[in-house]
């Protein structure tokens, strides 16, 4: 639960003027799950944009998680809801553990770019420990992997992995990850269920 700002009317009488209407402010709790976000995530991520003000902060361990500056899906049904309220825009999900090295790479980059893209896309985290709902559905073995979602349906991307499912790796070039969600996004706006990636990814694993 947290508290937010609600003003209530009292009469306030000053010396030598007449009486004026004051609202002072009070206390009303609200339901987190109300406010539709994860408020323990968003404080630490207002916490970590004021101590990088600073420069009092480093990438080093637990730290270089950027996770909590994303929001979180706690439940299959959160998922499902998250995926059927955008009509317009492309959903984004990493399935993965924030404390995982290879899913801290992907959520920097997620991170860095979820400003840009809000208008076309969102990105949300899902633990799959915490909702192993999806696990054997989409195969979810690998220790991150980003869907794109648009419409309730589920959009593939042709990588040159021969996996067309899914990007089961971390990418590290903020560019090309937008550039990957321009051209699933504007494939999903056409109808297409798969769509051609503007790079060939084939020989990933030999970098």
């Given at each position: ?11 306030l009488h000053v010396a030598n003027a007449s009486s004026i209407n004051y609202k002072p402010l009070t206390f009303q709790s609200v ?40 929001p979180h899906l706690h439940s299959g049904w959160a998922v499902d809801q998250a995926i059927l309220a955008e009509e317009e825009r ?118």
């Open positions: 639960m947290i508290r937010i700002w609600r003003r209530s009317s009292v009469a339901s987190c799950s109300k406010l539709g976000f994860d408020i323990t995530n968003f404080a630490r991520g207002k916490a970590f944009h004021h101590q990088r003000k600073k420069g009092n902060f480093s990438l080093q361990g637990n730290d270089r998680t950027m996770s909590y500056l994303l492309l959903v984004v999900i990493r399935f993965g553990h924030d404390w995982d090295e290879t899913c801290m790479q992907m959520d920097e980059v997620l991170a860095s770019v979820a400003e840009t893209i809000k208008n076309f896309a969102v990105i949300y985290l899902v633990d799959i420990t915490e909702v192993p709902d999806f696990n054997t559905m989409y195969e979810l073995y690998d220790p991150s992997t980003v869907m794109f979602f648009f419409r309730n349906k589920h959009i593939m991307i042709d990588l040159g992995t021969g996996n067309n499912n899914k990007i089961n790796w971390a990418l590290k070039d903020k560019q090309e990850f937008i550039d990957i969600i321009e051209t699933v996004y504007r494939g999903a706006r056409k109808g297409r269920g798969l769509v051609i990636a503007p790079k060939d990814y084939s020989t990933k694993y030999r970098y």
